[in-house]
T-cell receptor
């Protein structure tokens, strides 16, 4: 069974640009959540999608957005990139249910220059 | 804010058991305890989770105190590949939402 796939693995962008990251969940998983990891702030929850609806959102500015498609694949977008957006962006997927776990992808390393 | 407190770092000799403590004194009745580890900026890897009973799988054992205010992750025979940052997380399942609040974790170093 394939794991969570994130593309691209590495990305370099310039300040002011926008970027789209993609996440393909494990087959059958309908919940997809996104996290940002930086040396200073650690792992922080961005948002979670289930059945194409955002179900929860972390404390990030509106420049960070996401969506989920009918096949459960998800994308997140960051507009007007800032140097501080340089981070490892992680996606996790899970099946619905209380006694279940989320599985993480390998992440996309974004560098803003 | 994270609901868990963990030691910043620990060392363990290879082949010995690694016991990683976690304090979650404000845990609610509808919250599970989850453990993940992250090896050198890879994606976090799921290890184990539990509600109130002790749990064991092929990777580790999870011991939760009777009052549920703390837990210990046990790696029975640590190897060099177990060197990683270990995160203890509590997650509410009431709403069904998957939102992990990560703390700073414990950096475990397994020594040869």
């Amino acid at each position: 069974k394939a794991g969570v796939t994130q593309t691209p693995r590495y990305l370099i962008k310039t300040r002011g640009q926008q970027v789209t990251l993609s996440c393909s969940p494990i087959s059958g998983h309908r919940s997809v959540s996104w996290y940002q990891q930086t040396p200073g702030q650690g792992l922080q929850f961005l948002f979670e999608y289930f059945s194409e609806t955002q179900r929860n959102k972390g404390n990030f500015p509106g420049r960070f957005s996401g969506r989920q498609f009918s096949n459960s694949r998800s994308e997140m977008n960051v507009s007007t990139l800032e140097l501080g957006d340089s981070a490892l962006y992680l996606c996790a997927s899970s099946v619905e249910g209380s006694n279940t776990e989320a599985f993480f992808g390998q992440g996309t390393r974004l560098t803003v220059v | 804010d994270a609901k868990t407190t963990q030691p910043t770092s620990m060392d363990c000799a290879e082949g010995r058991a690694a016991n990683l403590p976690c304090n979650h004194s404000t845990i609610s009745g509808n919250e599970y305890v989850y453990w993940y580890r992250q090896i050198h900026s890879q994606g976090p890897q799921y290890i184990i989770h539990g509600l109130k009973n002790n749990e064991t799988n092929e990777m580790a054992s999870l011991i939760i105190t009777e009052d549920r205010k703390s837990s210990t992750l046990i790696l029975p025979h640590a190897t060099l590949r177990d060197t990683a940052v270990y995160y203890c997380i509590v997650r509410s399942f009431g709403s069904g939402t998957y939102k992990y609040i990560f703390g700073t974790g414990t950096r475990l170093k397994v020594l040869a």
